[in-house]
């Protein structure tokens, strides 16, 4: 590395506020990246940039590709590519970023109790438990909880706050809250923080509780809410709540039928996938992945 790159990755690192531990990880990467010539035909900066992204990733520091990307003014794709390349380069072991530390993050930025931090925490368990966070941005995933914590809470913020908080699109904060809202049984017209805000059935009642899930009724309440006997209000089928959750009503959605005239209207509402071709259901709609270019039915994609 010459002069002029080691005095970028000074600046984006300062720009960054990145803790000297990773700061000097990422040094090590970028010198290593360099000798290898991986920066040959993608640019010194996206290098620089990309090794600074795994040095925080590997530290488990929750920091998205948007914010690189923005902060070395590179492209967020060609970013995203050059990680992966260095990754695979160079054999590292970097977890999959955990959800909950952006829910911590950017509680703290919106100023949000701690009840609301520790439902919002909850919903990303519940999302992690049946699957439903697969195949999902983990700073969506993060945004669509706090929003929907806020709201079971009463200490509600503001679509547009958690967008320029979180930096994620309107669509995907929707598209996250309301499947999560689905996910936990709740009635997004009839918010219950004392059961939002924990999902700890004890001290409610089996009437109580019911009043709150929609489309689901508990038969036999359990200490866990998930464990407990239940049935669909729509085709009768019984289970243990987090089983009917995660192996019959998130799939019946998956299967509803496209309702969306064009193939426009419905990526809006699909994150991370572009339509190609409509289909009367929703699961044999043929979509091409927007970071791949991978294309197939949506049921086969949508963990993709």
């Not at 990680?83 to 959800?99: C, H, I, N, S, T």
């Not at 995907?172 to 939002?196: C, F, H, K």
Request: hydrophobic share 35%; with cysteine; glycine share 6%.
């Amino acid at each position: 590395m010459n002069d002029q790159q080691e005095s970028a990755l000074d600046h984006l690192l300062t720009t960054l506020d990145v803790a000297e531990s990773e700061a000097q990880l990422a040094r090590a990467l970028s010198h290593r990246a360099f000798d290898a010539e991986l920066h040959h035909g993608r640019g010194g900066t996206t290098t620089i940039a990309s090794a600074v992204y795994t040095a925080s990733r590997q530290a488990g520091q929750p920091i998205s590709l948007d914010e690189v990307a923005d902060a070395a003014g590179v492209d967020r794709s060609e970013l995203g590519r050059t990680y992966k390349q260095l990754v695979r380069e160079f054999d590292l072991d970097v977890e999959p970023a955990d959800p909950h530390k952006f829910v911590r993050r950017f509680g703290d930025q919106l100023d949000l109790g701690e009840s609301t931090m520790s439902a919002a925490h909850n919903v990303v368990d519940a999302a992690s438990e049946t699957g439903t966070r697969s195949g999902h941005s983990p700073i969506g995933t993060a945004a669509g909880a706090l929003y929907l914590a806020g709201l079971v809470t009463g200490e509600h913020v503001l679509q547009r706050e958690v967008v320029e908080a979180v930096e994620v699109t309107p669509v995907t904060l929707r598209n996250r809250y309301q499947e999560q809202a689905m996910l936990v049984g709740i009635d997004r017209r009839r918010w219950s923080p004392p059961l939002a805000s924990s999902f700890d059935a004890s001290g409610l009642s089996t009437e109580a509780i019911n009043e709150q899930l929609d489309r689901f009724a508990i038969l036999d309440l359990a200490e866990d809410l998930f464990a407990s006997r239940a049935c669909c209000t729509i085709c009768e089928r019984t289970g243990k709540y987090g089983h009917l959750l995660r192996n019959h009503y998130t799939q019946r959605i998956e299967r509803e039928q496209c309702c969306y005239e064009t193939a426009a209207e419905l990526t809006e509402q699909l994150d991370g996938f572009e339509v190609v071709e409509l289909d009367e259901q929703i699961h044999n709609t043929r979509v091409r992945c927007m970071h791949c270019g991978k294309e197939g039915p949506y049921h086969q994609l949508s963990d993709h």
